[in-house]
């Protein structure tokens, strides 16, 4: 099996997707077609013993587009043509010009009142010129899709317009015809625009890197000063430090990022210190300090300092990148109610045409109605089977759905995970790196035996400094924040499963666990209860003491997400009936960081498969669940809950790659506004289902009483068009 991929021209809404899917899925050796409105692209996956790729291009000919071999710069290898930009909006003005030159002109000849009567006065050849000029230019990118349609007989919504048209004209109707033509060409016109609006908003999130990186070599790489400045993009700046395109720079590269500029690549800060802002990628609202070691992402903007970094990742993987992908191929994945509509318009529209056909037919037949009266009535009934603002009105509210999430760092990989949020009763999160943030503290201190806590964290501090155990790193950062420096310690021993031992100013001292205390025989009930009290609060103890006795104990424990309480109430208060915290840890400080957070149930001490079980037990009971976790060690849970999330997305692949959505930040806020977004999103998705209907029903009654009229039919249908366009772009703004 082989896979090509195509820029479609004239792909701007799911009508044209259904048409190429009619046209290429039934060809011999076609497996799978995917498509990416966003960008215009059309994936083909394909058995090359049965079909070649100059066969799939002449298909999409056949529909009346044009594809073009894909390149990830295909607007710069391919730029469109002034006609292929513009064609559209140029004949649209034409048609409504040639109408408005036609009306003007046969009111003028033949007085106002013949200009829109039926049959008041013989139409002059000049207007009926005119006329045509209108319905020529009005159906010209809609008659290819009419003909194939009616080829193929499977009628859609262009060809239903050019029926109209045609028989406007057959009754003598030009005026009805052209206006029709014009207004059709008007609301397809307003489709494209409105994805182009929202495929603009996606460009403007994704055009977040710099084409150029200022990679440092030789001496510069150590931190040698720069020199001179930069005569063009494409020339060395001095011996050590150059401007490169950033796909040809290294893994391992130095590159220096100035005050205001964009990190241009995946790294890690080797030199310097600065506040970066990572809201394009993260949409976190604050700066976030970045100093040695620390990784910085594609897109981010440096703040005021001065940074080298090393890159870590092509272009190609960087987070961004990643986001660009899970972006575009989100479109594909169709969310409920784009499915429903695109179901119900299939029916819909035969439905309506043998309803039209009943129109014509019945009332001269059987009740001796005039045949053009009810050709007419017919003819209305057409126009009005066009969902076009039905078919347009999901799809819209999903790209502006998805677009507004990742701008707010929310990744949503895909409409069909728009709606699910909206229907959560309860969500599941892990305890570690979601509740918490996953790194140990400090958070009690207890000196003993005459010891200031300046002198128990002096000699935890020169012990730790030589280990690399996360409670010993707690520890040092503790020591490094109250200004204490670690003495050298001499004769560092690792006891193995126990702590460690050193000689600090000719004294032997040691650091343990409460199980090494009892070994040693140095416990007193006193300590036993007050190490007992700090364990069942959730916290790992450390022992320090000397061969004469106890110095204290330092509580460390993975502290609560700052948010976490005001995360979890917002939940609550969004609709969420039951959050529960699942983690492996022990249970006291399962329940110690449970009762902190505000969380309605705890299970501790579970092994992966029992976090399975806890979610298979919450859709039971709730049907509708959320799993919250890394995106790794909780991959099984989230695949078996309702919807997977993942927290701290931002440079971790396979956090992207599990979740059905990904929080880019660690941010707990994020859950919250995603309910929000997604109820926000799915009832202006119903708004405009509902009125499309609404107004489709209204018309269906005027007609069968004989009160509608063809221009009436096709404005009401272009302005709601219009109407659902710019009640789905409102959720672009729906930031926070």
């Known amino acids: 099996m082989a896979t090509v991929m195509y820029k479609i021209l004239g792909m701007d809404c799911a009508e044209e997707v259904a048409t190429l899917k009619k046209e290429l899925g039934p060809m011999p050796g076609v497996q799978d077609l995917r498509f990416d409105i966003f960008n215009a692209k059309m994936t083909v996956d394909y058995a090359e013993d049965a079909v070649k790729p100059d066969d799939l291009q002449a298909a999409v000919k056949r529909t009346g587009m044009r594809a073009e071999p894909w390149s990830e710069n295909t607007e710069n290898l391919h730029p469109p043509t002034l006609w292929a930009r513009s064609g559209r909006t140029v004949l649209t003005a034409a048609s409504g010009a040639f109408v408005a030159a036609a009306f003007s002109t046969n009111a003028a000849m033949s007085g106002l009142r013949a200009a829109v009567s039926e049959g008041a006065a013989p139409v002059p050849l000049i207007v009926k010129v005119l006329y045509a000029g209108a319905v020529v230019t009005g159906v010209w990118f809609v008659a290819p899709k009419a003909w194939l349609a009616l080829r193929r007989l499977r009628p859609d919504m262009n060809l239903l317009m050019v029926i109209a048209v045609i028989g406007a004209i057959g009754i003598g109707q030009w005026f009805e015809g052209a206006t029709v033509a014009f207004l059709f060409a008007l609301s397809i016109l307003l489709e494209a625009w409105s994805v182009g609006r929202a495929r603009r908003a ?24 720069e020199t001179g400045d930069a005569q063009d993009g494409n020339h060395e700046r001095d011996a050590h430090e150059h401007m490169m395109d950033v796909a040809d720079v290294a893994v391992g590269s130095t590159v220096l990022v100035k005050p205001g500029e964009k990190f241009p690549l995946d790294g890690k800060i080797a030199k310097g210190q600065s506040s970066v802002n990572q809201a394009p990628i993260t949409g976190e609202s604050m700066p976030v300090s970045k100093s040695p070691g620390d990784d910085v992402f594609a897109g981010t903007i440096n703040g005021d300092g001065t940074v080298e970094f090393t890159t870590t990742k092509k272009t190609g993987d960087t987070t961004v990148a990643h986001i660009i992908k899970m972006v575009g191929e989100a479109q594909s994945r169709r969310s409920p109610s784009e499915q ?5 318009a299939r029916y819909y529209t035969p439905i309506v045409m043998i309803l039209a056909v009943v129109v014509i037919v019945i009332p ?37 759905a998805l677009a507004s999430a990742a701008k707010n760092g929310v990744l949503i990989k895909g409409g069909l995970y728009i709606e699910t949020p909206a229907r959560l009763k309860a969500i599941a999160m892990d305890k570690t790196g979601t509740l918490t943030e996953g790194r140990p503290a400090v958070r009690e201190v207890v000196p003993l035996s005459g010891h200031t806590e300046r002198e128990l964290i002096e000699i935890a501090a020169a012990i730790e400094s030589r280990s690399e155990h996360p409670l010993a790193r707690a520890v040092v950062a503790y020591a490094e924040a109250a200004g204490i420096r670690a003495q050298p310690a001499e004769n560092f021993q690792v006891l193995q499963g126990k702590g460690a031992s050193a000689r600090l100013d000719g004294k032997d001292v040691w650091i343990g666990s409460h199980r090494y205390l009892e070994e040693r025989g140095q416990e007193t009930p006193q300590m036993h209860e007050k190490l007992e009290s700090l364990s069942s609060a959730g916290s790992s103890v450390v022992v320090i003491g000397n061969s004469e006795h106890v110095c204290g104990f330092i509580a460390v424990a993975d502290r609560i997400r700052p ?39 705890v299970k501790a001490e579970l092994l992966p498969e029992d976090k399975v079980k806890a979610i298979e037990e919450l859709v039971a009971r709730f049907g509708q669940v959320a799993m919250v976790g890394d995106g790794v060690n909780d991959a099984p849970a989230m695949a078996r809950a309702t919807l997977g999330i993942a927290m701290g997305a931002a440079g971790t692949d396979a956090a992207i790659e599990t979740a059905d959505i990904a929080l880019m930040s660690d941010d707990l806020s994020k859950l919250p506004w995603l309910l929000r ?16 209907l609404t107004v489709k029903a209204v018309f269906v009654v005027l007609t069968l009483l004989g009160h509608a009229s063809l221009w009436a039919a096709i404005a009401a249908d272009t302005g709601m068009s219009l109407l659902v366009v710019f009640n789905a772009l409102r959720l672009l703004g729906s930031i926070e």
């Open 202 to 225: 996606v460009a403007a999130l994704m055009a977040l890197t710099p084409p150029k990186a200022r990679v440092i070599h030789g001496d510069n790489a150590d931190g040698a000063p």
């Open 340 to 344: 429903w509509v695109e179901k119900f």
């Open 364 to 400: 001269p037949l059987l009740f001796g109605g005039a045949w053009s009266k009810w050709f007419y009535e017919g003819l209305v009934l057409l126009v009005i089977a066009c969902p076009c603002a039905l078919v347009i009105s999901t799809p819209v509210s999903v790209v502006a």
């Open 563 to 601: 948010n976490a309480k005001d995360a979890v109430a917002n939940l609550r208060a969004a609709g969420i009936e039951h959050v529960i915290m699942l983690t492996g840890d022990n249970r006291g400080t399962g329940e110690a960081v449970g009762k902190e957070a505000g969380v309605d149930e």
């Open 677 to 692: 977004h997604s109820r926000r999103a799915m009832s202006i998705i119903r708004q405009n289902i509902i009125a499309s």
